[in-house]
């Protein structure tokens, strides 16, 4: 049965506030292990396609959840703006903290903004190839030191409501 | 690199046999012995059970026939085409819960990992004991049919070279802690390890029904009406008489039933097709079951032998230790990248990085035999509504598998362990770590389930007061229409279902056949003994073909 859908395309800010949520999950390098971010993904455009494709309850939901972290720096780290108008780290620090949230929606809903940012990002074969591919020990090594910091130290700084993050 | 062979069982299908509702341009009107709603694991084995009896069959399927060649790779665009609401479908109440359900021809046999397991003993003693089924579903009664299930589809346990680390590493790992282990016996004619059931075998290895029973009763003279949405069953004087659909183009599609319409589609949708043909018995839609399924990350030093998770067996391996005694399965999880980014922890670079080195990573699951009932309705627009909330013990069984597989995974190696429990340390870094999981918070919301294997919902019984069908599958005080699929079972079963599932369509479809034999011939009715003479028949004929 054909159900009723109704999926007014994404205003030129939503689409800005797209591209930058997802930048931040999957950013460019050096600010990332893999070969590349998804920018260059065109994940706005992915993302309407999603909203127009995915039943209107969804659908809804996906950009109510659009809505919820481009507002989020206010309520999150108390400050002025969108998630495409902050610093970069501050958008890292928005994003940790609504995966982190005590509010159950808030954290369920940005779950499923990362987890559509992956499906995206993981149509890359050059992505796939690098998460795929098992790293060597020495080339680890040169990995570690040569990244800005390793898993264990940057999860570490970032402890706190992260560290119970129900990802 | 693995080479497909030259064809597959989807395709040279016989002329006419596909009706392809996204192409329809006009209304149909067609006539069979038996009609079959849906095309999964239920659906096609009553086809391919009543083609060897010499009825005709019609099939009608909501969702496309997705064929071997044309399989996508990437999660986004598979279960765009092939999954219920493109994968994004949930289960309601106090948290939301993914539901994974097939929409194609093949159903979820499409996309699951071919687990084979014959019903539990225990699950058919319960059934008799609480809910009278007695004789009428017995082991005894079943298992011809699982001998000739196992025959056709070719189940085997997961050849050692396809094993892959994440499953032999569970083998290892469990045998060590002392619970019994082993490799999975699926549904499998020559695994090539792609580690890609979850989007469809691309070399046709795993014997999903797209490949086997559909288009071996195609062969047999069945019909198949593809991308074609049923809305209800015609009853007639108390008769089931056709089944009305609607083509993705719009058409009306209307087959008409000369005995029997056998409703296969799934736990969820059968009890609402059942309401919108009219019926209304009290057990409708109520005691819906499903198995929660968890899975746990851990990540590996490099160091150590890659797990690769994009090799091996999808799901391979699985331990049934701890299923009577604390109401969980473990086993194991191959998770492409499109579904693990989403589970580890992290955004930016502290994402990428675990991500860079997900082939270090094992993934081991469990699935909860949770005793929460829940209630399937249809909501605004048609659409299918569960709602279901686990109990304070379904949730103590969860914590305890996840701190079960935690401890299995440091002792392993794992040197990070992400249990994704709300309220617990994302990340765990040594074993002491695990004491955090043993606290958990028994809230569903907690959580991150997935519901996997669903049951109920049209609950067999002999009374109808309690239940919607009786112990011959025919919905109480409706002739001629039946329900084949889980939803009549009246409990979850503690281990993966597909195979208990066919085995009950086989069943079915066996006592439907031979009452439609029976009905020609002019005969009465011979029994249960000769029912098992008749399956015995069908056997025969279907090795014979």
């Known amino acids: 049965m054909k159900r009723p859908h109704f999926n007014p395309a994404l205003a030129s800010f939503e689409l800005a506030w797209t591209d930058a949520a997802f930048d931040t999950i999957y950013p460019e390098p050096p600010e990332s292990a893999l070969p590349h971010g998804v920018l260059s993904m065109h994940p706005a455009r992915f993302f309407q396609n999603v909203l127009a494709a995915v039943p209107l309850e969804q659908s809804l939901g996906l950009r109510v959840t659009l809505w919820m972290i481009a507002l989020a720096p206010l309520?999150?780290?108390?400050?002025?703006?969108?998630?495409?108008?902050?610093?970069?780290?501050?958008?890292?620090?928005?994003?940790?903290?609504?995966?982190?949230?005590?509010?159950?929606?808030?954290?369920q809903l940005t779950m499923s903004f990362k987890a559509i940012a992956t499906l995206l990002y993981a149509q890359s074969e050059q992505v796939r190839a690098a998460m795929t591919t098992p790293l060597r020990p020495l080339v680890n090594a040169a990995r570690l030191t040569s990244r800005a910091k390793p898993v264990h130290e940057a999860s570490s700084e970032s402890r706190g409501s992260h560290e119970h993050a129900a990802e | 690199m693995s080479t497909q062979p030259s064809s597959f069982a989807d395709e040279n299908l016989p002329e006419g046999a596909v009706v392809d509702g996204?192409?329809?341009?006009?209304?149909?009107?067609?006539?069979?012995?038996?009609?079959?709603?849906?095309?999964?694991?239920?659906?096609?084995?009553?086809?391919?059970?009543?083609?060897?009896?010499?009825?005709?069959?019609?099939?009608?399927?909501?969702?496309?026939?997705?064929?071997?060649?044309?399989?996508?790779?990437?999660?986004?665009?598979?279960?765009g085409r092939i999954m219920r609401q493109s994968g994004?479908?949930?289960?309601?109440?106090?948290?939301?819960?993914?539901?994974?359900?097939?929409?194609?021809?093949?159903?979820?046999?499409?996309?699951?990992?071919?687990?084979?397991?014959?019903?539990?003993e225990d699950v058919v003693d319960d059934w008799s004991a609480r809910f009278g089924l007695g004789s009428s579903i017995s082991m005894r009664e079943l298992e011809p049919h699982f001998d000739a299930l196992e025959r056709d589809l070719s189940v085997r346990e997961v050849d050692p070279s396809v094993l892959g680390e994440n499953n032999r590493l569970f083998v290892e790992q469990a045998s060590r802690q002392g619970f019994k282990a082993a490799p999975m016996r699926r549904y499998d004619r020559g695994c090539k390890g792609s580690g890609l059931c979850l989007t469809g075998c691309p070399n046709g290895a795993k014997q999903g029904m797209s490949l086997t029973y559909v288009p071996w009763s195609l062969e047999r003279g069945a019909r198949i009406f593809t991308s074609c949405a049923v809305d209800h069953v015609q009853i007639v004087g108390g008769r089931a008489v056709?089944?009305?659909?609607?083509?993705?183009?719009?058409?009306?599609?209307?087959?008409?039933?000369?005995?029997?319409?056998?409703?296969?589609?799934?736990?969820?949708?059968?009890?609402?097709?059942?309401?919108?043909?009219?019926?209304?018995?009290?057990?409708?839609?109520?005691?819906?079951?499903?198995?929660?399924?968890?899975?746990?990350?851990?990540?590996?030093?490099?160091?150590?032998?890659?797990?690769?998770?994009?090799?091996?067996?999808?799901?391979?391996?699985?331990?049934?230790?701890?299923?009577?005694?604390?109401?969980?399965?473990?086993?194991?999880?191959?998770?492409?990248?499109?579904?693990?980014?989403?589970?580890?922890?992290?955004?930016?670079?502290?994402?990428t990085e675990r991500l860079s080195q997900l082939a270090h990573v094992a993934v081991w699951a469990a699935q909860v035999r949770a005793e929460a009932e829940g209630?399937?309705?249809?909501?605004?627009?048609?659409?299918?509504?569960?709602?279901?909330?686990?109990?304070?013990?379904?949730?103590?069984?969860?914590?305890?598998?996840?701190?079960?597989?935690?401890?299995?995974?440091?002792?392993?190696?794992?040197?990070?362990?992400?249990?994704?429990?709300?309220?617990?340390?994302s990340v765990l870094r040594s074993i002491d770590d695990v004491r955090h999981l043993e606290s958990a918070p028994l809230d569903p919301r907690s959580y991150n389930f997935i519901a996997t294997h669903l049951f109920g919902a049209a609950r067999m019984g002999k009374d109808p007061r309690s239940s919607v069908v009786d112990l011959d599958f025919q919905v109480h005080g409706v002739t001629g229409l039946h329900v084949v699929d889980s939803s009549v079972f009246p409990t979850n079963l503690g281990v993966n279902p597909q195979h208990s599932i066919m085995a009950m369509s086989r069943l079915a479809a066996t006592r439907v056949a031979e009452c439609a034999v029976r009905s020609t011939l002019g005969r009465t009715g011979p029994g249960r003994e000769s029912a098992r003479k008749y399956a015995k028949t069908l056997d025969e004929a279907s090795t014979a073909a």
């Open chain 2, 22 to 79: 996204e192409t329809l341009t006009r209304s149909i009107d067609d006539v069979f012995d038996v009609v079959i709603v849906g095309s999964g694991a239920a659906g096609a084995t009553a086809a391919h059970t009543l083609t060897a009896a010499g009825l005709s069959v019609g099939i009608v399927e909501e969702g496309p026939w997705m064929k071997t060649r044309e399989l996508a790779k990437d999660v986004h665009t598979a279960f």
């Open chain 1, 75 to 107: 309520f999150t780290i108390r400050k002025l703006g969108t998630i495409a108008s902050i610093a970069p780290e501050d958008r890292v620090r928005v994003l940790e903290r609504l995966l982190a949230s005590p509010y159950y929606f808030v954290r």
């Open chain 2, 375 to 425: 209630v399937v309705t249809s909501g605004l627009g048609g659409v299918d509504r569960v709602d279901y909330t686990l109990t304070k013990r379904d949730l103590e069984a969860a914590r305890k598998a996840c701190t079960v597989i935690a401890r299995m995974l440091f002792e392993a190696g794992a040197r990070e362990v992400w249990p994704g429990i709300y309220g617990a340390p």
């Open chain 2, 88 to 120: 994004m479908q949930v289960l309601g109440g106090r948290a939301y819960m993914p539901m994974l359900q097939g929409r194609c021809v093949g159903g979820s046999t499409l996309v699951n990992s071919a687990i084979a397991w014959r019903i539990p």
């Open chain 2, 242 to 351: 056709a089944v009305q659909a609607r083509s993705a183009t719009g058409q009306l599609v209307t087959i008409h039933a000369r005995h029997a319409v056998l409703v296969a589609a799934s736990t969820v949708q059968s009890p609402n097709i059942l309401r919108r043909s009219g019926i209304r018995a009290g057990a409708l839609g109520r005691h819906f079951q499903a198995h929660p399924g968890l899975a746990i990350g851990g990540l590996f030093p490099t160091t150590n032998r890659p797990i690769e998770m994009a090799f091996g067996a999808t799901q391979g391996a699985e331990s049934t230790h701890f299923r009577t005694t604390e109401r969980f399965k473990l086993e194991t999880i191959s998770l492409p990248p499109d579904l693990a980014g989403a589970r580890i922890p992290g955004v930016g670079r502290e994402l």
